[in-house]
């Protein structure tokens, strides 16, 4: 199971920040042996202490590891043919390491393994830069034959499993207004350049827009609205907290928010959208709810498993390749060229 992870304590934060600004698939310094230490001791401070306001540290391990158990004692009865099943988790900038992980796997023997992202959505930034880092330690892991679950942003149980915690939250609106609800999926940005290079976050995150409108019936105005940029360059927008202020100023005071990129809750959710966002949006007199993250959704740890079962049914019966077809092809920007290996080493099982 990969992803980014994040800090599980608050002690965590530098080396989790040093990790993050240290990859160069993710954001390109120069003279980055000695930058992103440097960076990442002047961000250190201000993001500790939204690690503490949340609770001392990210959830996000907790959760990945409910939903790998969860999802592997399912796989056993859906897919009986490769049991026992076990989930690992392999994070690209907090504990477990992809290197840590890849350790445990060798030192367990094992000889068959997908690398099943828990991005729902495509970036070169997110899944390709912890596929690149699989690439790179490739022979840390032993002798494994290799496949990928790359995106799966439009599965219906993962739409079904949204669609329920946004109905949750619309009913804590009086009837009368329900209806008139704007519903703003708020999906974390990323930058222009990035995006510029033809990387697909922005559509997918698009589609699974669409579906979870589809699936309400339609039933509330809504918009995409991206959070979180970083630094000075520009980034996809609108931003989530200028939409909120433009919505007030429109009078559209009824919002619900739906974090739609992550699976879990992490300090986007918890700090910048309830501690940040909601709270401005309330002074401006907006009556604001948030959709729950999948966390423990028993819907989405279902719709994990099936995402699985269906991929090694289609490895196994040929009809479809260690990876996805979309994943084949090279951003047409693409300069790194690490992605062009990892997706040829990928699409012959890893050998
Ligand atoms: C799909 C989700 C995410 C994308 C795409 C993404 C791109 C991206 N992020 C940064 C820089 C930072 N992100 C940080 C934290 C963070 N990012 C995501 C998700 C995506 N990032 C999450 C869920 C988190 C929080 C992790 C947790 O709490 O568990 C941070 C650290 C916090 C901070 O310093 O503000 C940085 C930095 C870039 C540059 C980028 C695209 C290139
Ligand atoms: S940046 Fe997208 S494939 Fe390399
Ligand atoms: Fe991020």
Redesign the pocket.
């Known amino acids: 199971m990969l992803n ?4 599980s304590t608050v002690a965590e934060t530098y080396s ?2 040093r990790n ?2 240290s990859d160069g698939d ?2 390109p310094l120069p003279l980055r042996r000695w930058s992103a230490p440097f960076i990442a001791k002047r ?1 250190a401070p ?2 500790e202490k ?2 503490e306001i ?1 609770g001392g540290g ?3 391990l907790k959760y990945t590891e409910l939903q790998g158990k969860g999802m592997a004692a399912l796989l056993d009865e859906l897919h009986p043919e490769t049991a026992p099943h076990k989930a690992y988790v392999a994070f690209r900038y ?1 504990n477990p390491l992809t290197q840590a992980t890849a350790q445990q796997m060798k030192l367990d023997g094992v000889r068959r393994a997908v690398a099943f992202s828990q ?1 729902p ?1 495509y ?1 070169c ?2 899944t390709g830069s912890s596929l690149n880092e699989i690439y790179r330690r490739r022979s840390e892991f032993g002798n494994i034959e290799w496949s990928v679950i790359d995106r799966w942003g439009i599965h219906p149980g993962f739409i079904e499993a949204v669609a329920q915690n946004v109905e949750a939250a619309l009913t804590k609106f009086h009837p009368s207004v329900r209806d008139d609800t704007v519903i703003l999926f708020s ?5 222009m350049s ?1 995006i510029n290079r033809g990387d697909p ?1 922005v559509m997918e995150v698009s589609a699974t827009v669409s579906a979870v409108m589809e699936r309400l019936g339609n039933s509330n105005p809504y918009r995409l609205v991206w959070q ?4 000075p360059s520009a980034w996809m927008g609108p931003q989530t907290l200028d939409a909120l202020k433009g919505l007030a100023k429109h009078h559209r005071k009824q919002v619900v928010l739906v974090p739609i ?2 699976t ?5 959710t ?2 910048e959208l309830d501690h940040e966002y909601i709270a401005h949006a309330r002074k401006l007199g907006m009556e604001v709810y948030r959709a729950e993250s999948l966390n423990q959704s028993p819907v989405f740890i279902r719709a994990l498993a099936d995402i699985v079962t269906k991929h090694l049914r289609d490895h196994a019966s040929g009809s479809c390749g260690p990876t996805s077809v979309q994943m084949g092809l090279r951003c047409p920007g693409c300069t790194i060229e690490t992605c062009g290996r990892q997706k040829q080493w990928f699409a012959q099982g890893g050998r």
């Open positions: 980014m992870g994040g800090p989790f920040l993050m600004f993710l954001i961000r201000q993001i939204q690690y949340i990210s959830p996000i907090a991005y959505h970036s930034s997110t999906a974390h940005s990323l930058p990035i976050y979180s940029q970083v630094g990129v992550f879990s809750d992490h300090i986007e918890l700090f």
